[in-house]
């Protein structure tokens, strides 16, 4: 793969920009990539295990003379972030972030931009529930999709640009709106954390249950559940604030549907039951048949050897 920007700016050190770091060097897709993060603890971990060629300071400093910047902070910081880097970035530079949701980073991040520094949107939908520095992977973005959502008006030419980088990481891309993105992500993303957190918060509540048959006892439903529930809480509660309407009304279908089980368990509605379930089992078979996750038994996980 050839090199697609001379310099890319990685603002935030987490799980995102650190995979980004390590699968761009693992392509050679730039010749320079600067970091930075708010915290002097990460910037000393950037640091001592080889975390982007530069670690900066100041986000001033690390966006200067980058050809791409990316915002790989919660979604609630990236206005100030956006107000404090714009006087440093450089004309005809791209501007891109990572966020969960797009109509409130575009509305919080468009405003304070120059005009000649072009906005591209982005969002990879890939992840583990680890954070920091230290838990990035160059392998976390392949075959993973990654949501591109312009600004309308963008030229072409940095969409594209962008794209390249992306697909150079292993992603799989595609080009959608911003209102549209915040309603599939809401499906697919933001409602079923919600509702994780929810059951293993129900979980911590019900006293007739201990902690430890919790813990020994979890099979694989309630497992995956504090998986999912391990995410970062601050990004995850700056996605519920910042994505508010569709994940509301998601949660309202949610709650319909679920009133309708209770109904059919209550009366003893054994075909709704049976219905119900093989029509959520065909969406199962479809993510694996799309190559998102595997059916290998126990999904694939390793085994703990004692």
Not at 3 to 29: C, E, N, P, Q, T
Not at 129 to 158: I, K, M, N, Y
Not at 199 to 221: H, P
Request: charged fraction near 25%; include cysteine.
């Amino acid at each position: 793969m050839s090199r697609i920007y001379d310099r890319v700016a990685l603002i935030g050190l987490g799980l995102i920009a650190s995979s980004m770091f390590w699968a761009i060097k693992r392509a050679g897709l730039a010749g320079e990539v600067t970091g930075y993060a708010r915290s002097a603890e990460t910037r000393d971990t950037a640091r001592r295990i080889g975390l982007c060629d530069r670690v900066c300071d100041t986000a001033a400093e690390a966006v200067q003379d980058a050809d791409l910047v990316v915002l790989c902070v919660p979604v609630g910081a990236m206005e100030q972030v956006a107000r404090e880097i714009a006087p440093a970035l450089k004309p005809g530079a791209t501007l891109s972030d990572v966020g969960s949701v797009k109509r409130a980073v575009i509305d919080a991040v468009g405003p304070h931009l120059p005009d000649d520094v072009f906005f591209v949107p982005a969002h990879p939908l890939a992840g583990t529930e680890h954070s920091g520095p230290e838990s990035g992977f160059a392998e976390l973005f392949d075959d993973r999709w990654c949501l591109l959502v312009p600004v309308p008006d963008t030229p072409q030419a940095p969409v594209a640009q962008l794209r390249e980088l992306w697909q150079g990481m292993g992603a799989l891309v595609e080009e959608m709106d911003a209102e549209h993105h915040d309603l599939v992500l809401a499906v697919t993303s933001h409602a079923p954390h919600l509702i994780a957190y929810t059951m293993v918060g129900v979980a911590d509540d019900l006293r007739r249950v201990t902690d430890s048959e919790v813990i020994k006892y979890s099979a694989a439903g309630f497992r995956d559940f504090t998986r999912i529930a391990a995410s970062d809480p601050t990004m995850w509660r700056d996605v519920f604030l910042n994505n508010k309407d569709a994940t509301l009304e998601i949660l309202g279908r949610f709650t319909e549907e679920l009133f309708a089980l209770q109904r059919a368990i209550r009366t003893g509605d054994g075909d709704h039951l049976h219905d119900y379930f093989t029509r959520t089992r065909a969406i199962r078979r479809g993510i694996i048949e799309a190559g998102q996750d595997t059916d290998a038994p126990d999904f694939g996980r390793q085994k703990v050897i004692k």
